[in-house]
């Protein structure tokens, strides 16, 4: 008899510990779940690294180019194929981690993220129009990390992190001269893509 007691006094003893357990792994996967209904984790990882691969290219091209009018052709042109890497490589993996592109999250994202790359388009014709060349690259860093910070806020932390990298060298090339503007744009557009791609690839499922 008393070794029954013994026995159900030891299981009554361990039973709470093991609601306790469960009852906090149950918190930590509500939480978790949150947090990823809540931020937008389609942010490409592989897709930024060619982006950035692709900048890097631009820089190249653009840096033997004859007249500022090439240059900004070049830069377009990049602009547009990052921008198409970047939606493909976004619709790729919220298929492969089953994220809706069209969540509350997504569509915070993009209200952070487009309306400084609006202004962007705006502010290079307005510079463009008034031969103010030298601040068009200075201008295109600072915007887009401002805009990668605002749409950051609402995705995973190392993305809103890449933003402010953006807007240091942003800042660092408004005082550079016009010469550097293309190795600039390799910096921020090309190696900062290619870092952060990498992170978010390898933290945050490709």
């Known amino acids: ?20 357990d469960r009852a906090i792994e149950n918190l930590e996967f509500i939480r978790s779940t949150m947090e990823r209904s809540g931020n937008f984790t389609a942010v490409p990882g592989l897709g930024g690294v060619l982006m950035g691969l692709t900048a890097v290219a631009a820089a190249f091209i653009a840096n033997r180019a004859a007249d500022r009018e090439q240059v ?4 377009l042109a990049e602009a547009v194929l990052a921008f198409s890497i970047g939606l493909l490589a976004i619709w790729h993996k919220s298929q492969i981690i089953g994220s809706e592109l069209n969540s509350l999250a997504a569509r915070k994202f993009a209200a952070g993220f487009l309306p400084p790359v609006l202004c962007g388009v705006a502010l290079t014709a307005g510079l463009w129009k008034h031969g103010l060349y030298q601040l068009m690259a200075p201008a295109w860093i600072l915007l887009y ?13 190392v993305v809103p992190l890449m933003g402010w990298c ?6 660092i090339s408004v005082f550079l001269p016009a010469e550097l503007s293309d190795e600039m744009m390799a910096l921020s557009f090309g190696i900062l893509h290619i870092v952060f791609g990498i992170i978010i690839a390898k933290k945050y499922g490709g």
């Open 1 to 20: 008899m008393a070794e029954k007691s013994l026995k159900r006094s030891a299981g009554s003893e361990s039973e709470p510990v093991s609601l306790s």
């Open 72 to 75: 900004l052709i070049v830069w």
């Open 145 to 157: 990390g401002a805009a990668v910070i605002g749409g950051g806020l609402f995705s995973v932390k």
């Open 166 to 171: 953006f807007l240091f060298i942003g800042a």
